[in-house]
């Protein structure tokens, strides 16, 4: 093992051990502290994205965040929901779609960084839900806006990502084809599910038996660890978003074994400890606080944070009508950290040609500062 990796292995430990502590310290949740501890790191040189190791479990770690995203979303509670909240959920998404390619054309920006301003991902809305408890309302709003907009998000990156590797509109044809299939197949094997467990409850059990059982023990997590593994190699088999394969699996065990309470703080518990913080170290390490300085990045860098933010607010006031204007806020700003789904389709554009490498770092720079500055507000409106 060359000096190189053991670096990285013991600053990934010490960020493991002290971003905890200079959380506490500096009121920040975690998650932008590591980001921008790697960063630090990455400077300094005591961290190289360019190792293997380090990679891999950067995106182990990633996959692993969907993975608890999905566990956030439970389907039957979703459809248990008001009708009204659903409605307002769909206008919500229309909105901001459409003030997205409003400010797109007015800032005239690219067609990569348009399909960017109105991206939603709740990965990192599971770190909120750990912190801020996920019965909260607009906790719960939240996840079932970020749970259709995710969906929305990761068709249109797969979409994005076939159409900057195919070499013409047949094979892109088919790969949409190839993902509404699937889509379709999730669907089918819900109701099957559903009718199953509903006539055999027993099955549960069986499939998942209680810890105090002798034979049973970890049986819980063997089982969830299968199903995200299993559902991973379909993704890669079908040449799918693999992302959206991790937070399938997270959902199908929310969804019909949902009565494990202890499962979800078992598997949490092991990605936020230990996964999770370096796909956000790994996040941080991989941009170059001296781009920071370059005044092309600052100006796109400025118009996205201000759009992206802006989309949101105004879109998310159509959620006023079932619930309060400060609650209205906090979803906003919620569903304004889609770090995950920004960095994969900026590298996926970058290495398409499709945007410029001044572009790439603006994408990258406004996807930590959203982080970072959706955090503070959440943090002091939750205060109020």
Do not use: C
């Amino acid at each position: 093992m060359n000096d190189g990796i053991i670096g990285v292995i013991l600053a990934i430990s010490l960020i493991l051990v002290l971003s905890p502590h200079f959380s506490r310290l500096i009121g920040l949740p975690t998650a932008p502290i590591e980001i921008v501890l790697g960063s630090i790191l990455a400077i300094l040189g005591i961290i190289d994205t360019t190792n293997n190791i380090f990679f891999l479990i950067a995106h182990v770690g990633f996959l692993y965040l969907m993975f608890l995203a999905g566990l956030e979303v439970n389907i039957k509670s979703i459809f248990k929901m008001p009708k009204a909240y659903i409605v307002q959920s769909i206008y919500f998404l229309m909105i901001m779609w459409g003030l997205a390619l409003l400010f797109g054309f007015t800032f005239n920006l690219n067609p990569v960084l348009i399909m960017i301003l109105p991206l939603i991902s709740i990965g990192i809305l599971a770190t909120l839900s750990k912190e801020y408890g996920k019965e909260a309302r607009w906790i719960k709003l939240s996840f079932l806006i970020g749970t259709i907009g995710e969906v929305l998000s990761i068709i249109a990156l797969t979409i994005f990502e076939a159409s900057s590797n195919v070499s013409g509109l047949h094979e892109l044809f088919s790969k949409i084809g190839l993902l509404l299939v699937f889509l379709l197949a999730i669907w089918i094997l819900y109701l099957i599910f559903k009718t199953l467990f509903w006539w055999h409850p027993e099955l549960k059990t069986i499939l998942m038996p209680n810890n105090n059982v002798s034979d049973g023990k970890y049986q819980d997590v063997r089982l969830a660890m299968g199903i995200f593994f299993i559902m991973i190699s379909i993704m890669l088999k079908l040449h799918l978003e693999v992302a959206f394969g991790s937070f399938i699996a997270g959902v199908f065990i929310a969804t019909f074994f949902h009565h494990h309470q202890e499962l979800e703080e078992k598997i949490a518990s092991f990605g936020f400890g230990f996964l999770v913080p370096i796909f956000f170290v790994y996040v941080g390490a991989s941009f170059d606080l001296k781009n920071i300085f370059i005044v092309e990045v600052l100006e796109i860098t400025i118009i996205l944070l201000f759009s992206m933010f802006a989309i949101r607010i105004v879109a998310a006031f159509i959620l006023s009508f079932i619930t309060n204007k400060r609650q209205v806020l906090l979803i906003a700003f919620a569903l304004s950290m889609p770090l995950t789904l920004m960095i994969a389709v900026a590298t996926i554009a970058y290495e398409s040609s499709s945007i410029v490498e001044f572009e790439y770092y603006a994408v990258i720079l406004a996807s930590l500062l959203e982080v970072i500055i959706s955090m503070i507000v959440i943090k002091k409106l939750v205060k109020q």
